[in-house]
């Protein structure tokens, strides 16, 4: 099953598609985490993405697009992938239809006041790609999963935080239309607990938890 998760930043796109894709044994291809590795490693696409997530913006179609083209040919892809994070503007949802083809469209639905304080709250690993939240940590610096240091990630910031909401409103919720057109789009309630929002996708997906 081919599957995209739509949703403003915090909606929980990478926790559940952490989740899903284990209850489903299929990849994540979050383009977040692919960018955040490349700026760590200091490659060329990161120096490139860097000033862009920096600012909350998104980072140009074209880079994007050609990454997301060379990761879903990789063998790992064949029997279905997650996509999180991708497509975020229109033209990345035309060029996705050239070299994919989707069967549902998760979309997390979760209000702004609260968007603001998952990702205020937010640490991560930056080794392996976890995700937690301060509430849950209990004072625990590490990630449970590989021992790396947890960090806040630098586009966390308030002010940064603040614009990413707006590019989504301005750039990527016009993407929900787009796939309910196509008679793609799933839309589930982001804002319930972990557990409950899981089920309700499995639900969404026909698949069982
Ligand atoms: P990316 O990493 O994709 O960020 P995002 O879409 O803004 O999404 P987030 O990772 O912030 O949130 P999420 O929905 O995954 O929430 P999470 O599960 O972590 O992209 C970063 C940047 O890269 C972009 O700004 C852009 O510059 C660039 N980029 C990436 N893709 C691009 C593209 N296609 N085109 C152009 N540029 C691109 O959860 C958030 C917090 O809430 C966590 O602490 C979590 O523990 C907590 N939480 C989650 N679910 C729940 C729940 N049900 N109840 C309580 N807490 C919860």
Redesign the pocket.
């Known amino acids: 099953m081919n599957i995209i998760f739509l ?1 403003p ?8 598609a952490q989740k899903i894709c284990d209850a489903l044994n299929i990849p994540q291809i ?4 692919i ?2 590795r490349a700026m760590k490693e200091g490659t060329e696409t990161g120096r490139k ?1 860097k000033s ?2 920096d600012a ?4 140009p ?1 074209d880079v ?1 697009i050609d990454i997301v083209k060379e990761r879903l040919a990789m063998d790992d892809c064949t029997k279905g992938y997650i996509l ?6 229109v033209p ?1 949802a035309e060029a996705l239809d050239t070299f994919a083809t989707i069967d549902s469209v998760i979309e ?1 639905d979760v209000a702004d006041q609260v968007l603001v304080d ?2 205020s ?3 991560v690993c930056l080794k392996c790609g976890a ?3 301060l509430s ?1 940590l209990n004072g625990e610096t590490r990630c449970a999963k590989c021992g790396e240091d947890l960090v806040q990630r630098d ?1 966390d910031k308030a002010e940064t935080v603040l614009n ?1 909401l707006k590019v989504y409103h301005a750039q990527t919720a016009p993407l929900i239309g787009y796939y309910e057109k196509k008679s793609l789009l799933k839309k589930v309630d ?5 557990e409950n ?1 899981f089920a309700a996708i499995m639900n969404a997906l026909g698949a069982k938890a």
Do not use: C, E, N, W
């Open positions: 949703g930043p915090g909606a929980g796109k990478g926790t559940q979050s383009t977040g985490d960018l955040r993405a862009f997530i909350g913006q998104l980072v179609d994007i999180d994070g991708f497509p975020r503007t990345q997390l998952r990702l709250g937010r640490r995700t937690y939240h849950m586009d990413r982001g804002a319930q607990g972990l929002t």
